[in-house]
């Protein structure tokens, strides 16, 4: 994979993937303990890899069941094979998954996977079990969104940011400020004006603080803030001019939390947890918006629906494709024995039951079918139509309403596409072949 920062949009699609992979790992059972599981971290040596994987391959010659036994040798030597072809340990690390796992009909099938993540692997690990360990993989299904915390009372300040389930404290500091009192006789407004002035200074410092690590390259280095205290001093530094436009512009939650510091931003990450979870869904809900905009004001900048999808891909008129994750629909490719090219159709599983497909009748040769799964086929070709890959969920009631009503796929188009007149030409064209079809029938030939 290449060096550079993956786009948020390639990220979902790299999650996708990944969730497709654990699928597939999970599902698969070794006969006993006989499936390896390694992982590599980045800045790690082949050479100590390779060592490790020989000492273990040594060790495994003490299991007492030979099948069992044979079976974790050949996967470590499988393993080994592998790496022999991996000059260095890649950017972000290596996933090697390898051994004999029994398939749905029950047969045995080797199985040797090394897979570069598009995310750091965190830990060195050696599995020898019965199941392929995803625990690294499901790591990389968290979101990349990190997201600010501010715990402010009368006591100090806490500054922390929170990635996923890794949290960064970035600073701390204490304060004493003088409290209330009605002592003082005739210096009590002194105390007071005294007492107002300290807290403004608190403020300001806190502010101040918030802008050095919240922004970089003046914009701000998160996707949202949450202002947390157990005081009125959240609402103070929220609604003061001394708190930075940028900051205050992406502050999600104001939340009351009963304890400073490390326990308050405890307390404050469970209360805004519905918020932080909510952003991927807002950002959904924006997308979906726009393409129901499209259709309301009639721009003919939109498409969707299976058929007019694929023309204006090939067409390259898509400039955003937004497809529902879970679509069930493959892509079935059809090669004739006389044919130099394959016919694709797009069909689901239930409807390509009640085709024949295959062909092969009257002693014919039978047809070529490729399956794949359509949102899969997707995921790695969309580069090749030249647009951006959006994948929802049906979580929200927008993606619902466009996964029911719009058939789970549609497109934001770079110009207007007549869609009526290609499937006018699309129903001429199948006139003609039909046409064609017929006159090649000889009557003569078949039946005298």
Same mark, same amino acid.
């Given at each position: 994979?290449?060096?550079?920062?993956?786009?948020?949009?390639?990220?979902?699609?790299?999650?996708?993937?990944?969730?497709?992979?654990?699928?597939?790992?999970?599902?698969?059972?070794?006969?006993?303990?006989?499936?390896?599981?390694?992982?590599?971290?980045?800045?790690?040596?082949?050479?100590?890899v390779v060592a490790?994987?020989?000492?273990?391959?040594?060790? &495994?010659?003490?299991?007492?069941?030979?099948?069992?036994?044979?079976?974790?040798?050949? @996967?470590?030597?499988?393993?080994?094979?592998?790496?022999?072809?991996?000059t260095r340990i890649?950017?972000?690390?290596?996933?090697?998954?390898?051994?004999?796992?029994?398939?749905?009909?029950?047969?045995?099938?080797?199985?040797?996977?090394?897979?570069?993540?598009?995310?750091?692997?965190?830990?060195?690990?050696?599995?020898?079990?019965?199941?392929?360990?995803?625990?690294?993989?499901?790591?990389?299904?968290?979101?990349?969104?990190?997201?600010?915390?501010?715990?402010?009372?009368?006591?100090?300040?806490?500054?922390?940011?929170? %990635?996923?389930?890794?949290?960064?404290?970035?600073?701390?500091?204490?304060?004493?400020?003088?409290?209330?009192?009605?002592?003082?006789?005739?210096?009590?407004?002194?105390?007071?004006?005294?007492?107002?002035?300290?807290?403004?200074?608190?403020?300001?410092?806190?502010?101040?603080? &918030?802008?050095?690590?919240?922004?970089?390259?003046?914009?701000?280095?998160?996707?949202?803030?949450?202002?947390?205290?157990?005081?009125?001093?959240?609402?103070?530094?929220?609604?003061?001019?001394?708190?930075?436009?940028?900051?205050?512009?992406?502050?999600?939650?104001?939340?009351?939390?009963?304890?400073?510091?490390?326990?308050?931003?405890?307390?404050?990450?469970?209360?805004?947890?519905?918020?932080?979870?909510?952003?991927?869904?807002?950002?959904?809900?924006?997308?979906?918006?726009?393409?129901?905009?499209?259709?309301? %004001?009639?721009?003919?900048?939109? %498409?969707?629906?299976?058929?007019?999808?694929?023309?204006?891909?090939?067409?390259?008129?898509?400039?955003?494709?937004?497809?529902?994750?879970?679509?069930?629909?493959?892509?079935? @490719?059809?090669?004739?024995?006389?044919?130099?090219?394959?016919?694709?159709?797009?069909?689901?599983?239930?409807?390509?039951?009640?085709?024949?497909?295959?062909?092969?009748?009257?002693?014919?040769?039978?047809?070529?079918?490729?399956?794949?799964?359509?949102?899969?086929?997707?995921?790695?070709?969309?580069?090749?139509?030249? %647009?951006?890959?959006?994948?929802?969920?049906?979580?929200?009631?927008?993606?619902?309403?466009?996964?029911?009503?719009?058939?789970?796929?549609?497109?934001?188009l770079r110009y207007?596409?007549?869609?009526?007149?290609?499937?006018?030409?699309?129903?001429?064209?199948?006139?003609? @072949?039909?046409?064609?079809? @017929?006159?090649?029938?000889?009557?003569?030939?078949?039946?005298?």
């Amino acid at each position: 994979m290449a060096d550079r920062e993956l786009s948020e949009y390639e990220k979902n699609i790299e999650r996708y993937k990944v969730k497709k992979l654990i699928k597939m790992l999970e599902s698969a059972r070794g006969m006993g303990t006989s499936v390896i599981t390694v992982y590599v971290p980045p800045k790690d040596q082949v050479s100590r890899v390779v060592a490790m994987l020989n000492n273990e391959y040594g060790t &495994a010659s003490n299991i007492k069941s030979h099948t069992n036994k044979l079976s974790v040798q050949a @996967a470590i030597t499988a393993a080994l094979g592998r790496l022999k072809l991996i000059t260095r340990i890649p950017n972000n690390g290596l996933l090697l998954y390898s051994g004999t796992v029994l398939t749905e009909d029950n047969k045995e099938k080797k199985l040797t996977l090394d897979i570069e993540p598009f995310k750091a692997v965190s830990r060195s690990l050696y599995l020898c079990d019965n199941k392929f360990h995803t625990d690294e993989l499901r790591r990389m299904l968290e979101s990349d969104d990190k997201f600010g915390f501010i715990i402010v009372d009368g006591s100090g300040t806490l500054y922390a940011t929170v %990635c996923g389930s890794v949290k960064e404290k970035l600073g701390q500091f204490s304060v004493e400020l003088p409290k209330k009192h009605g002592r003082g006789g005739q210096s009590k407004n002194r105390f007071a004006r005294i007492r107002q002035e300290r807290r403004h200074n608190y403020l300001r410092k806190v502010a101040e603080n &918030a802008t050095q690590y919240f922004i970089t390259n003046d914009r701000p280095n998160v996707l949202g803030i949450v202002l947390a205290g157990s005081a009125e001093f959240k609402e103070s530094l929220y609604q003061s001019d001394l708190f930075d436009p940028r900051l205050k512009a992406i502050v999600m939650k104001v939340v009351d939390v009963a304890h400073p510091g490390d326990v308050g931003l405890n307390q404050a990450i469970d209360l805004s947890a519905d918020s932080l979870g909510g952003v991927k869904l807002v950002q959904e809900k924006k997308l979906v918006q726009q393409f129901f905009d499209q259709i309301a %004001c009639d721009t003919q900048l939109y %498409c969707f629906g299976v058929s007019d999808t694929m023309k204006c891909l090939e067409a390259g008129a898509v400039e955003t494709l937004i497809v529902f994750e879970d679509l069930e629909l493959n892509r079935y @490719a059809v090669k004739t024995p006389d044919a130099t090219e394959p016919t694709v159709y797009f069909y689901t599983a239930e409807q390509a039951s009640k085709i024949n497909m295959h062909g092969g009748g009257d002693g014919q040769a039978q047809n070529e079918v490729e399956v794949e799964s359509f949102v899969d086929w997707l995921a790695n070709s969309y580069t090749k139509f030249g %647009c951006r890959l959006e994948l929802i969920t049906n979580k929200s009631q927008e993606g619902t309403q466009f996964v029911k009503g719009f058939g789970g796929i549609g497109g934001l188009l770079r110009y207007k596409m007549d869609m009526l007149s290609l499937r006018e030409a699309d129903k001429v064209h199948e006139e003609e @072949a039909g046409a064609k079809k @017929a006159d090649d029938f000889d009557f003569d030939d078949d039946f005298m």
